[in-house]
């Protein structure tokens, strides 16, 4: 039974984090926004069925994980009392797909909750939804052909690529090679990021960047990878896969030297994860889509906030 009325439709809940405080009232009073939560599960139901149509298969591995690795992130810990340990909520899941590859599987994927002990924005909620995708025998070049096919129908309109360091020339007016390479992140997030409107790929991204990625051939300070960004945002982020093991064990042990100095975003030394890629991983490419920005950009909503059902927010 019903103790309270509900808010008048014009003037009962108009406050933004009132909204998102309380969103049932919020999805019953603002019909478009449940509009929005269905367009992102319509979404997430269209991209399993061409990926099916495709020979991927869907596979799930741990949240719980005993190193965070994947992404260069700040991670959530806990603690597990029963095996008296600390665990972290995955920044990503790849270095577990990646073990997929190595047991035989050659085209994965996997939509699930990751965690990430960062800011709030617009592009950022702590707990969001990635996709991740792995193609064993696949390069760079052809899974951005093929992230082009699959997801045109969500980013209509002409597709172009420029390459890290001639964006970072254009919308910045600066040279990467006077750059000192803490300054290079920054620069592409503030000065860059936000001035590419088109859907764009930018490649050829400097290897200190970028530690699970293959080195190009002709360049091994740059590497075969690529971020998809539209109206600002980063939308996909994939590259052809480090296979090597021993380039992979000096990667891992720099971002291991990073995080003991205090980087606390840097990727930690993973021995099970390096013992594995000494069985031998196929050559291969994967990439990962934050499924909330893409519904975000599809449903022209200001705030990934606006596409998340209950985003996180202090408690009062």
């Not at 969001?128 to 992230?147: I, P, R, S, V």
Request: hydrophobic share 35%.
């Amino acid at each position: 039974k019903s103790l309270r009325p509900l808010p008048t439709q014009w003037y009962g809940l108009k406050d933004v984090e009132e909204r998102y405080r309380k969103r049932y009232l919020d999805l019953i009073l603002n019909p478009e926004v449940k509009e929005k939560i269905i367009s992102r599960s319509k979404i997430i139901e269209t991209l399993r069925q061409d990926l099916a149509k495709e020979g991927f298969i869907e596979v799930e591995t741990p949240m719980l994980q005993p190193l965070p690795g994947g992404a260069l992130a700040r991670p959530f810990i806990t603690h597990h009392n029963a095996l008296n340990c600390d665990f972290y909520l995955r920044v990503a899941p790849e270095l577990y797909l990646k073990r997929l590859l190595v047991a035989g599987f050659e085209k994965i994927y996997e939509i699930g909750r990751d965690f990430r002990n960062e800011g709030i924005d617009r592009d950022h909620n702590p707990e969001f939804t990635m996709f991740e995708l792995y193609w064993a025998y696949q390069d760079w070049e052809g899974l951005m052909k093929f992230t082009e096919k699959l997801l045109k129908k969500f980013i209509p309109g002409k597709w172009e690529k420029i390459t890290f360091e001639a964006a970072l020339k254009k919308y910045a007016k600066k040279d990467i090679k006077k750059l000192r390479p803490e300054e290079i992140d920054e620069i592409f997030k503030k000065e860059v990021r936000p001035k590419i409107i088109k859907p764009t790929f930018v490649t050829h991204y400097p290897k200190f960047l970028s530690p699970f990625a293959k080195p190009v051939e002709d360049n091994p300070d740059l590497t075969e990878r690529f971020q998809l960004i539209v109206d600002g945002m980063e939308i996909v982020n994939g590259f052809s896969e480090l296979n090597d093991p021993v380039d992979q064990r000096q990667r891992m042990e720099e971002q291991e030297r990073k995080y003991r100095a205090g980087n606390q975003e840097a990727s930690r030394l993973d021995e099970d994860f390096l013992e594995a890629l000494e069985y031998g991983m196929p050559p291969a490419a994967g990439w990962g889509v934050g499924i909330d920005r893409l519904a975000a950009l599809v449903t022209k909503s200001h705030n990934v906030k606006e596409i998340i059902a209950f985003p996180t927010l202090k408690p009062r």
